[in-house]
């Protein structure tokens, strides 16, 4: 059974940090894409970010570029999301994802969702 479990969010106030954590189980997480998507109250879930396999290349969306970075550590079978300047904007619920058949990062793609984390950036 695949579970994508999501900690570290909470309310931080505008230009502070997070760190989001995203544990595996169940899947050859060495060999899976993994991506950050977000949701925000009233809005569609968008991407944030992915960090690709094989390879390990990163993107982003252009509203977090520079400000967040994605990484991973195979051997805690972990994908973080460091999330630096917070915006009142970056409010939302955020969700890793696993892909087995990365191609374009439709989310259609990715085969696991987590639960999801609430960020709450306040001005």
């Known amino acids: 059974q695949v579970q994508l479990v999501e900690s570290g969010g909470g309310l931080v106030q505008a230009g502070g940090s997070l760190r989001l954590s995203c544990i595996a189980s169940?899947?050859?997480?060495?060999?899976?894409?993994m991506g950050w998507f977000r949701q925000a109250p009233g809005k569609e879930r968008e991407f944030v970010a992915v960090i690709r396999w094989p390879g390990g290349i990163t993107n982003y969306a252009n509203s977090v570029l520079g400000r967040f970075t994605i990484s991973n550590n195979n051997a805690k079978n972990t994908v973080y999301l460091q999330m630096n300047s917070l915006k009142p904007e970056d409010t939302a619920v955020y969700y890793c994802?696993?892909?087995?058949?990365?191609?374009?990062?439709?989310?259609?793609?990715?085969?696991?969702w987590g639960q999801g984390t609430q960020v709450t950036v306040s001005s």
């Open positions: 169940g899947l050859a997480f060495s060999r899976y894409t």
């Open positions: 994802a696993a892909s087995s058949n990365f191609r374009g990062g439709e989310e259609s793609e990715y085969n696991y």
